[in-house]
């Protein structure tokens, strides 16, 4: 095969890549839309939406309870049908939303997960993955990865322990490098959150064409939002969510309810999670983060910029459909059409409160006509059914036993339930199994295969069942070290967890997983229902659409051909 000079491949590429940055910087100023706001409400299905907007009996008089949502789809494109990343974790689906990739190219499977070509970190994280050697340019022995609060320098804090930092604001300067995994192969320095993942983001492509980015989120670990590099990032905001509990002075939540002393005090103060009342206060910290970013401020309240792109999650709808708050209440669903029980319906209506709050901000700054809004979600929550959860082991240990530990002794010991101080085997409503030797694969299935029963088994994925959306697994040339051996879903409404405060769970491939609300709302839209199959993947290449750049701009959108969202009138034809 005939070669072709170094220098000519360079040019061509240096030609490409300039080409698109004046494709961006032409298009730039043209574009109606100039800022675009993100949310993610963790765990709010498509359903939730059509029962809020449209109301249901028994609740709220039967009117909706979402008013400030329902007014947003009153101009507004509803698709029905939107699916997250597979697997639907918070790192995947966020990550998704941002690169609009999969995780066989941004390479997230999971915040906690495993990778063959890197090496254990430094210390031991605050959540148990063990230290270890890392030999430069030596081959590496695999690690567990983590990016959440286990990789903050004190994450009982909730400025995750960054040196002089105030008492919610500790950001990126709270992460810990010798928490994190190191690469051998890169002198054995450590990886952090935005080098983890292999494709750039709509934050690197905005920023990069001259605009200005914000996000909030519930870790310093998704600052990997900015992407490789980590540059790209003007104002990121990330209190930790699993830290102690504590009063936040002048913070109110949008429903009136002071957070200057803790509202839900007898409840478990080891995190804001813990309490159906104590998340709304957290999650108030990011919306007055975003009112800050709004009225042109950083999200401390000095003097900046409204960001180009900008956005946050709420927690507190997860909260609501997963929590057992003891002697005070459980939250979920009354039936499979997805009625709310009292304590998810205050958290759907503090999010809408909420949302409200930031759209009249909009509209005040006369930013109203140029600002896209964008209503999804990293994650759905399953079983919407209250009836269908099933817990494995379950809380008396005697309901069976997980695919991670009928399969234990396989595991790589940073991933084994045999290890008594570890981290944990990446399952939840999914099992994620990386084999410490992958020749050991069917042996590994035909195990599983006949602890079907004992695992609440749905569907196994490995080899070319797994090959269809994965990069095969193993370590380069021949393989990817972050793609799991064997994937299981397990039956609906199955989990694998011995939690008493728990009664649903994200991260598997089910329905109620992965089907999220994901409304585009601006005043110049037309508002309909889509109901053909779209994907929040999509929701990246629509972003840089929408404010005039260039779609492919994005590695994943090239690599995978992810396109536009359908059916809703940007005004730009690429």
Same mark, same amino acid.
């Given at each position: 095969?005939?070669?072709?000079?170094?220098?000519?491949?360079?040019?061509?590429?240096?030609?490409?890549?300039?080409?698109?940055?004046?494709?961006?910087? !032409?298009? *730039?100023? !043209?574009?109606?839309?100039?800022?675009?706001?993100?949310?993610?409400?963790?765990?709010?299905?498509?359903?939730?939406?059509?029962?809020?907007?449209?109301?249901?009996?028994?609740?709220?008089?039967?009117?909706?309870?979402?008013?400030?949502?329902?007014?947003?789809?009153?101009?507004?494109?509803?698709?029905?049908?939107?699916?997250?990343?597979?697997?639907?974790?918070?790192?995947?689906?966020?990550?998704?939303?941002?690169?609009?990739?999969?995780?066989?190219?941004?390479?997230?499977?999971?915040?906690?997960?495993?990778? !063959?070509?890197?090496?254990?970190?430094?210390?031991?994280?605050?959540?148990?993955?063990?230290?270890?050697?890392?030999?430069?340019?030596?081959?590496?022995?695999?690690? %567990?990865?983590?990016?959440?609060?286990?990789?903050?320098?004190?994450?009982?804090?909730?400025?995750?322990?960054?040196?002089?930092?105030?008492?919610?604001?500790?950001?990126?300067?709270?992460?810990?490098?010798?928490?994190?995994?190191?690469?051998?192969?890169?002198?054995?320095?450590?990886?952090?959150? *935005?080098?983890?993942?292999? %494709?750039?983001?709509?934050?690197?492509?905005?920023?990069?064409?001259?605009?200005?980015?914000? *996000?909030?989120?519930?870790?310093?670990?998704?600052?990997?939002?900015?992407?490789?590099?980590?540059?790209?990032?003007?104002?990121?905001?990330?209190?930790?969510?699993?830290?102690?509990?504590?009063?936040?002075?002048?913070?109110?939540?949008?429903?009136?309810?002071?957070?200057?002393?803790?509202?839900?005090?007898?409840?478990?103060?080891?995190? *804001?999670?813990?309490?159906?009342?104590?998340?709304?206060?957290?999650?108030?910290?990011?919306?007055?983060?975003?009112?800050?970013?709004?009225?042109?401020?950083?999200?401390?309240?000095?003097?900046?910029?409204?960001?180009?792109?900008?956005?946050?999650?709420?927690?507190?709808?997860?909260?609501?459909?997963?929590?057992?708050?003891?002697?005070?209440?459980?939250?979920?669903?009354?039936?499979?059409?997805?009625?709310?029980?009292?304590?998810?319906?205050?958290?759907?209506?503090?999010?809408?409160?909420?949302?409200?709050?930031?759209?009249?901000?909009?509209?005040?700054?006369?930013?109203?006509?140029?600002?896209?809004?964008?209503?999804?979600?990293?994650?759905?929550?399953?079983?919407?059914?209250?009836?269908?959860?099933?817990?494995?082991?379950?809380?008396?240990?005697?309901?069976?036993?997980?695919?991670?530990?009928?399969?234990?002794?396989?595991?790589?010991?940073?991933?084994?339930?045999?290890?008594?101080?570890?981290?944990?085997?990446?399952?939840?409503?999914?099992?994620?199994?990386?084999?410490?030797?992958?020749?050991?694969?069917?042996?590994?299935?035909?195990?599983?295969?006949?602890?079907?029963?004992?695992?609440?088994?749905?569907?196994?994925?490995?080899?070319?069942?797994?090959?269809?959306?994965?990069?095969?697994?193993?370590?380069?040339?021949?393989?990817?070290?972050?793609?799991?051996?064997?994937?299981?879903?397990?039956?609906?409404?199955?989990?694998? %967890?011995?939690?008493?405060?728990?009664?649903?769970?994200?991260?598997?491939?089910?329905?109620?997983? %992965?089907?999220?609300?994901?409304?585009?709302?601006?005043?110049?839209?037309?508002?309909?229902?889509?109901?053909?199959?779209?994907?929040?993947?999509?929701?990246?290449?629509?972003?840089?659409?929408?404010?005039?750049?260039?779609?492919?701009?994005?590695?994943?959108?090239?690599?995978?051909?992810?396109?536009?969202?359908?059916?809703?009138?940007?005004?730009?034809?690429?």
């Amino acid at each position: 095969m005939k070669k072709i000079p170094l220098l000519l491949t360079s040019l061509a590429a240096f030609v490409a890549v300039n080409a698109v940055a004046q494709d961006n910087e !032409r298009d *730039w100023q !043209r574009s109606q839309i100039r800022h675009v706001l993100l949310i993610s409400v963790d765990g709010l299905h498509a359903v939730d939406y059509l029962n809020c907007s449209r109301g249901l009996a028994g609740i709220n008089n039967g009117d909706p309870y979402c008013p400030n949502l329902t007014a947003l789809g009153s101009t507004g494109v509803n698709y029905t049908a939107a699916s997250t990343s597979k697997p639907s974790d918070s790192f995947p689906g966020l990550m998704t939303l941002m690169t609009g990739a999969t995780p066989r190219t941004m390479g997230v499977y999971y915040d906690v997960s495993y990778d !063959r070509s890197l090496d254990p970190p430094t210390t031991t994280t605050g959540n148990g993955l063990a230290a270890g050697n890392c030999t430069a340019n030596a081959a590496p022995a695999g690690s %567990t990865t983590e990016f959440d609060e286990g990789i903050d320098i004190d994450k009982t804090k909730l400025n995750g322990g960054a040196p002089g930092a105030g008492l919610t604001d500790g950001g990126i300067a709270s992460i810990d490098p010798s928490h994190l995994d190191r690469d051998p192969k890169a002198g054995c320095a450590p990886v952090y959150p *935005w080098n983890f993942v292999r %494709t750039n983001t709509i934050f690197g492509v905005i920023h990069a064409a001259g605009g200005y980015t914000a *996000w909030s989120d519930k870790h310093p670990s998704y600052s990997s939002v900015a992407g490789p590099g980590g540059n790209s990032l003007d104002d990121y905001y990330a209190p930790e969510i699993n830290s102690n509990v504590i009063p936040l002075p002048n913070v109110t939540t949008p429903s009136g309810i002071s957070c200057s002393t803790v509202p839900d005090p007898s409840s478990d103060l080891t995190a *804001w999670t813990n309490s159906f009342q104590n998340i709304q206060c957290y999650d108030t910290l990011k919306v007055n983060a975003i009112l800050n970013e709004i009225d042109g401020k950083n999200h401390d309240g000095e003097r900046a910029k409204t960001p180009t792109i900008f956005g946050m999650n709420f927690q507190a709808v997860s909260v609501g459909q997963k929590l057992i708050e003891a002697n005070v209440a459980t939250g979920g669903y009354q039936d499979a059409a997805g009625t709310p029980t009292p304590s998810l319906l205050s958290e759907i209506q503090f999010v809408d409160d909420a949302i409200g709050e930031m759209v009249n901000k909009i509209k005040d700054r006369g930013l109203y006509e140029q600002t896209l809004i964008i209503i999804t979600a990293k994650h759905g929550q399953s079983p919407i059914d209250p009836n269908r959860y099933f817990p494995i082991p379950g809380h008396s240990g005697t309901n069976g036993e997980s695919p991670a530990t009928i399969l234990a002794n396989l595991l790589p010991f940073s991933e084994s339930p045999l290890n008594p101080t570890g981290i944990g085997s990446t399952e939840d409503d999914v099992s994620l199994l990386w084999l410490a030797n992958s020749a050991n694969t069917q042996s590994a299935v035909s195990t599983l295969e006949t602890n079907v029963k004992e695992a609440g088994i749905g569907q196994i994925y490995y080899g070319s069942t797994l090959a269809l959306n994965y990069n095969t697994p193993g370590l380069p040339p021949n393989g990817d070290p972050r793609t799991p051996d064997i994937i299981v879903t397990p039956d609906v409404g199955v989990t694998y %967890t011995g939690s008493k405060t728990k009664l649903s769970e994200h991260g598997g491939f089910s329905h109620d997983d %992965t089907n999220v609300i994901l409304l585009l709302a601006n005043p110049a839209f037309t508002p309909h229902t889509v109901y053909a199959d779209v994907g929040t993947s999509q929701v990246a290449p629509t972003i840089l659409r929408a404010l005039g750049l260039n779609p492919r701009s994005l590695d994943g959108v090239r690599l995978e051909g992810t396109s536009v969202l359908p059916d809703v009138n940007l005004n730009f034809g690429w």
